[in-house]
């Protein structure tokens, strides 16, 4: 019997070549802040580019479907790139976005989410909104964490590189509180004063890794010292010269991190000095913050987009609510006055404990706060007979599991309120909520990380049959 050969898929050569250098003008902006353009109907993505720009690039990686270059040279310039303010801009990782006009970035997030629910979700006709503008576009951040290191004999203490863990040494972060700058500069003095050795990611030899602040809503400054030991080095006198440098200081914790791995912060913390907690406000809403709590790190465009899952909630008092993903349950809190009931959800046992006790704080007492990964809470609250009015969800950058979803299709809410940190995930999430008979609305998104890439967005939707 004769063989027959089998087709063979041909691969197409990449029309661009490692180290060679292209002219390419620019379409869009990437969802990580890079300009993305195409070669010969071949994609190429090139960071600082803008759309509108023509440029010449030289090719450092090469894919079988798109290629990465470094910019080398701007040929049209677009009239909405400017001076990044800070002169580290280029090397640091922190941010993406500071070479666009802030009126621009704006429409750029809009269209991050326009793009991300008419490619992915099928959802070309979704109103989406301008989008919300942060009033402080610099310093806004109330939250550091900065790497600490050592580079040619001296300590650096800042942002890494982007795509890499070369540490970018830092003296004025143009996106974080000030407060948090002088404990960056006062930490890298004092290190070097004391001699205490920096941790080295390679040996896993050393102690100091990281250096966390915090800056509540009256500018009081909690540092926490991150160790890979549990032993800190003149402990006392680090302290000290912490408060001789820093006026706002109120607190200094101690981080354990023992770990061979990149998560910053580890399960224990040991107070060194000072208050526990720090305060923080959202409406009339306080908090206490503890270092390991979340807490949105942009406090003012937080509170604004609170008062925007308010509205689209159309809460009147007599409605159960169920706030899925709630961590700290400051949405939670934020719904409670105006709901018969609200529950929150959390997997984070620290999270939920740090949620009862801001529901205490706060006089709160329509708050009940359950302990366990939603997408096993949401069915087992279904089984007990639970039918919320509205469902609020703010889940990680993964999104929601299908489970979950399913879950809200079987509680039949009337309304939902979807909180994301990524267009693509929403998207994806919202047409598995069209098939399960809800509309959206409209999408509003929030300008958290101002020179940044990331975008927040919120999404009304409606049960098809109370249209």
Same mark, same amino acid.
């Given at each position: 019997?004769?063989?027959?050969?089998?087709?063979?898929?041909?691969?197409?050569?990449?029309? &661009?070549?490692?180290?060679?250098?292209?002219?390419?003008?620019?379409?869009?902006?990437?969802?990580?802040?890079?300009?993305?353009?195409?070669?010969?109907?071949?994609?190429?993505?090139?960071? @600082?580019?803008?759309? !509108?720009?023509?440029?010449?690039?030289?090719?450092?990686?090469?894919?079988?479907?798109?290629?990465?270059?470094?910019?080398?040279?701007?040929?049209?310039?677009?009239?909405?790139?400017?001076?990044?303010?800070?002169?580290?801009?280029?090397?640091?990782?922190?941010?993406?976005?500071?070479? #666009?006009?802030?009126?621009?970035?704006?429409?750029?997030?809009?269209?991050?989410?326009?793009?991300?629910?008419?490619?992915?979700?099928?959802?070309?006709?979704?109103?989406?909104?301008?989008?919300?503008?942060?009033? *402080?576009?610099? @310093?806004?951040? %109330?939250?550091?964490?900065?790497?600490?290191?050592?580079?040619?004999?001296?300590?650096?203490?800042?942002?890494?590189?982007?795509?890499?863990?070369?540490?970018?040494?830092?003296? @004025?972060?143009?996106?974080?509180?000030?407060?948090?700058?002088?404990?960056?500069?006062?930490?890298?003095?004092?290190?070097?004063?004391?001699?205490?050795?920096?941790? %080295?990611?390679?040996?896993?030899? !050393?102690?100091?890794?990281?250096?966390?602040?915090?800056?509540?809503?009256?500018?009081?400054?909690?540092?926490?010292?991150?160790?890979?030991?549990?032993?800190?080095?003149?402990?006392?006198?680090?302290?000290?010269?912490?408060?001789?440098?820093?006026? %706002?200081?109120?607190?200094?914790?101690? @981080?354990?991190?023992?770990?061979?791995?990149? &998560?910053?912060?580890?399960?224990?913390?040991?107070?060194?000095? !000072?208050?526990?907690?720090?305060?923080?406000?959202?409406?009339?809403?306080?908090?206490?913050?503890?270092?390991?709590?979340?807490?949105?790190?942009?406090?003012?465009?937080?509170?604004?987009?609170?008062?925007?899952?308010?509205?689209?909630?159309?809460?009147?008092?007599?409605?159960?609510?169920?706030?899925?993903?709630?961590?700290?349950?400051?949405?939670?809190?934020? #719904?409670?006055?105006?709901?018969?009931?609200?529950?929150?959800?959390?997997?984070?046992?620290?999270?939920?404990?740090?949620?009862?006790?801001?529901?205490?704080?706060?006089? &709160?007492?329509?708050?009940?706060?359950?302990?366990?990964?939603?997408?096993?809470?949401?069915?087992?609250?279904?089984?007990?007979?639970?039918?919320?009015?509205?469902?609020?969800?703010?889940?990680?950058?993964?999104?929601?599991?299908?489970?979950? #979803?399913?879950?809200?299709?079987?509680?039949?809410?009337?309304?939902?309120?979807?909180?994301?940190? %990524?267009?693509?995930?929403?998207?994806?999430?919202?047409?598995?909520?069209?098939?399960? !008979?809800?509309?959206?609305?409209?999408?509003?998104?929030?300008?958290?990380?101002?020179?940044? *890439?990331?975008?927040?967005?919120?999404?009304?939707?409606?049960?098809?049959?109370?249209?």
């Amino acid at each position: 019997m004769k063989k027959t050969k089998k087709a063979q898929t041909r691969v197409q050569a990449a029309p &661009v070549r490692r180290g060679e250098v292209y002219e390419i003008c620019i379409d869009r902006l990437g969802t990580s802040g890079e300009g993305v353009g195409r070669y010969e109907n071949f994609t190429v993505f090139v960071p @600082n580019a803008l759309p !509108g720009e023509r440029v010449t690039v030289r090719m450092e990686e090469v894919k079988t479907s798109y290629a990465r270059g470094r910019l080398t040279e701007i040929l049209q310039q677009s009239n909405d790139r400017i001076t990044p303010l800070c002169s580290l801009y280029e090397e640091c990782g922190g941010c993406q976005l500071q070479h #666009l006009s802030y009126a621009a970035q704006l429409r750029a997030k809009r269209q991050q989410v326009i793009d991300a629910l008419s490619h992915i979700g099928k959802l070309p006709h979704v109103s989406v909104r301008e989008t919300l503008a942060a009033q *402080s576009p610099w @310093n806004y951040r %109330n939250k550091m964490q900065f790497p600490v290191g050592l580079a040619k004999g001296k300590i650096v203490v800042g942002c890494f590189a982007q795509g890499s863990h070369t540490i970018i040494d830092t003296e @004025n972060c143009h996106i974080q509180r000030e407060p948090n700058n002088a404990l960056a500069n006062a930490v890298r003095a004092i290190v070097a004063q004391l001699r205490i050795p920096v941790y %080295n990611e390679d040996t896993h030899k !050393g102690i100091l890794r990281h250096i966390v602040g915090r800056v509540g809503q009256n500018g009081d400054l909690m540092a926490v010292i991150v160790t890979a030991t549990k032993q800190l080095p003149r402990a006392k006198e680090f302290v000290r010269l912490l408060r001789e440098h820093l006026p %706002n200081l109120v607190s200094v914790h101690q @981080n354990i991190q023992t770990y061979r791995n990149n &998560v910053i912060m580890g399960r224990d913390t040991v107070l060194l000095w !000072g208050k526990p907690t720090i305060l923080d406000g959202l409406g009339r809403l306080h908090f206490h913050i503890s270092p390991r709590s979340f807490f949105q790190v942009n406090t003012q465009q937080a509170e604004r987009l609170y008062e925007q899952a308010l509205s689209y909630a159309d809460l009147h008092g007599t409605e159960t609510v169920i706030d899925a993903y709630c961590g700290t349950g400051t949405i939670t809190l934020f #719904l409670a006055p105006r709901a018969r009931k609200v529950y929150g959800i959390e997997i984070v046992q620290p999270a939920i404990l740090d949620a009862r006790k801001n529901a205490r704080d706060n006089h &709160v007492k329509n708050a009940e706060f359950i302990v366990g990964d939603a997408t096993k809470v949401m069915p087992a609250l279904y089984k007990q007979g639970i039918r919320p009015d509205v469902v609020v969800v703010d889940p990680p950058r993964a999104g929601c599991t299908p489970t979950v #979803l399913q879950t809200f299709a079987d509680m039949k809410p009337q309304r939902i309120v979807y909180v994301s940190c %990524n267009p693509a995930t929403l998207a994806r999430d919202l047409a598995i909520l069209k098939e399960h !008979g809800y509309h959206a609305k409209e999408v509003q998104p929030v300008d958290l990380f101002p020179q940044t *890439s990331h975008v927040e967005c919120l999404t009304k939707l409606i049960r098809h049959d109370l249209l």
